[in-house]
């Protein structure tokens, strides 16, 4: 193969090898790799030169590209094509929304509806019924999922295939068993076809925002295997890259089997706040009951050593599939609620005391997988302490706090107002040297990785509040970091040419955009716009 290089001028590069004031600097890339970044007066030939600032006018940033450490590819494939919610601020628009997206589908068609939060509408307004839903739908069968995913409206030929099932509701809004029943009924009326594209569609959007690799969740209740790795199957394809983590309980060969790079993400160790499903140690403020656990520590303890004997495949040997690595097997839960996590943390406790050996601690064996806990919502500094001790990476979504935190949105409803703020420390996490891998949980939250930047830095918390050079490091090297791929998401020779070109209306900050006003009663400043998206040297988009 012919050795290619490519030189980019005139853009602020965000890279360790240049002081962040650096003006005229350039970037060599040659075979997928840095070469050389340095001052454009002092650059080696290329066979092309590339004008960044052709592409995204005179405020160009070129920076290391974002990893989201938490999707749902299809769903968010679906959401992006089909009917969103998230706009719906009463029951009535919800049928009418309803009404109006089923007239344009064939009459066996299946209504799917993501996004809606009952949490904005008017006080103690109830979502419609089962039968209403129908009556909108011109009789179509409907599942419609709440912004959290955890909970959805069903109309009654769904609703009857989960009667019996714990979370079943005569109203149609299910949770927990009975809402995995209607939403695999539901998606299982979906082709390979409408999936397929629905994957790309995903892919694609991700890659126009400057995100080069996504960490794909699946399990049973979230996806099927087929859907699983259909996703995976598209990775780097001209796509992003793709990293699946498989969720079931038990489930380690199954992961190896499917591909998967860990055995976890959504292996749930409880619900979600918005369904109030996850596990609290203190009531909801609006609803009777602390949520649901759906693991035991023996649980836990089980499914981390059954992590322990496996290996997975070394995504560094890109050209050689059948290497395996010499660490364990990542694994990791979905745990919100502080009982959940608690339980979570006491099932690693007595892994490490299965785990050591030879002078090595149980600790130090846990370490080497850095094995995950997705959203760690509701966590306290004993828990916090754990996270370190175990090494454990926290996939966090900052898009939760700027959604549905602070002193009056979702959380303060469910909570109370000193858990709401509370809630998702990220800051504090980082200050004490939890990892951190930022993503969106996307169709939860919409992809939009500078937003989610943003939003660490302006938690409703200010002692919750990161430094955006920190926030935008949690979104790009420690997504890679996650996964092992520790020499990724750095601009320096030698490493992986993984980045975007952006325009900065609202300015520059020497090579991160402005996220913030100067003033605290200016508006905020426009986040970025991707122009470009390039994964290992190759152009993914723009």
């Known amino acids: 193969m012919t050795s290619h290089a490519s030189l980019y001028v005139n853009a602020a590069i965000r890279t360790p090898a240049l002081p962040s004031h650096a003006t005229e600097s350039a970037l060599l890339v040659r075979d997928g790799v840095v070469a050389w970044v340095g001052s454009a007066a002092d650059a080696p030939a290329a066979d092309e030169v590339i004008d960044c600032r052709a592409i995204a006018g005179d405020d160009a940033l ?4 974002f990893v989201d450490a938490h999707v749902h590819a299809t769903d968010t494939g679906l959401a992006l094509r089909g009917l969103d919610l998230s706009g719906v601020r009463s029951a009535e628009q919800l049928l009418d929304a309803v009404s109006a997206f089923a007239a344009g589908l064939p009459d066996a068609a299946v209504v799917l509806g993501h996004g809606f939060d009952e949490s904005t509408w008017p006080s103690l307004e109830q979502p419609p019924a089962a039968e209403r839903l129908a009556r909108a739908s011109g009789g179509r069968a409907v599942y419609l999922s709440q912004a959290s995913i955890h909970s959805a409206l069903v109309t009654p030929d769904l609703l009857k295939l989960a009667e019996g099932a714990p979370g079943y509701d005569e109203s149609g809004w299910v949770r927990r068993d009975a809402h995995h029943v209607v939403r695999e009924a539901a998606f299982g009326q979906i082709t390979a076809d409408q999936r397929r594209t629905a994957q790309r569609a995903a892919l694609e959007h991700a890659a126009s925002l400057g995100i080069a690799a996504v960490h794909e969740c699946g399990g049973p209740g979230t996806s099927s295997e087929e859907d699983f790795t259909d996703v995976l199957s598209l990775s780097g394809a001209g796509l992003p890259e793709v990293y699946g983590y498989w969720g079931e309980l038990g489930g380690a060969a199954k992961a190896v089997e499917l591909g998967a790079v860990g055995a976890g993400g959504d292996l749930y160790a409880d619900g979600a706040l918005g369904s109030r499903t996850a596990h609290l140690s203190a009531d909801y403020l609006d609803e009777h009951g602390c949520g649901f656990g759906y693991v035991t520590a023996e649980q836990v303890r089980d499914h981390l050593l059954g992590c322990h004997a496996l290996r997975p495949r070394d995504e560094r040997s890109r050209e050689e599939p059948g290497v395996h690595s010499a660490r364990p097997l990542q694994g990791g839960f979905h745990a919100i609620g502080d009982a959940a996590i608690g339980t979570v ?21 846990l370490r080497e997988a850095r094995h995950r806990i997705e959203h760690a919502e509701i966590v306290d500094k004993a828990m916090i302490g754990k996270f370190v001790e175990y090494g454990i990476t926290a996939s966090m979504q900052p898009a939760f706090d700027r959604l ?30 939890v990892a951190l891998a930022f ?29 955006a050079k920190a926030a935008y490091a949690a979104h790009t090297r420690g997504g890679w970091r996650a996964v092992h791929l520790d020499d990724d998401g750095v601009l320096a020779p030698g490493h992986a040419a993984t980045f975007g070109i952006w325009s900065a209306p609202g300015g520059l900050v020497g090579t991160l955009p402005a996220l913030l006003p100067e003033l605290p009663d200016e508006p905020l400043p426009e986040l970025p716009v991707c122009r470009r998206t390039v994964l290992r040297g190759e152009k993914i988009y723009g």
């Open 439 to 467: 993503g969106s949980d996307s169709p939860v939250t919409p992809l939009d990785p500078w937003g989610s930047v943003r939003a660490a830095v302006n938690h409703f918390n200010p002692v919750q509040r990161m430094s």
């Open 62 to 65: 070129l920076a290391p590209a």
């Open 345 to 365: 943390l006491e099932g690693f406790a007595m892994a490490a005391a299965k785990l050591g050996h030879l002078g090595v601690s149980g600790a130090e064996v």
């Open 404 to 433: 549905w935190g602070g002193e009056h949105q979702m959380y303060a409803q469910r909570l109370g107002v000193a858990r709401s703020l509370a809630s998702n420390p990220m800051g504090q996490m980082h200050a004490v040297g």
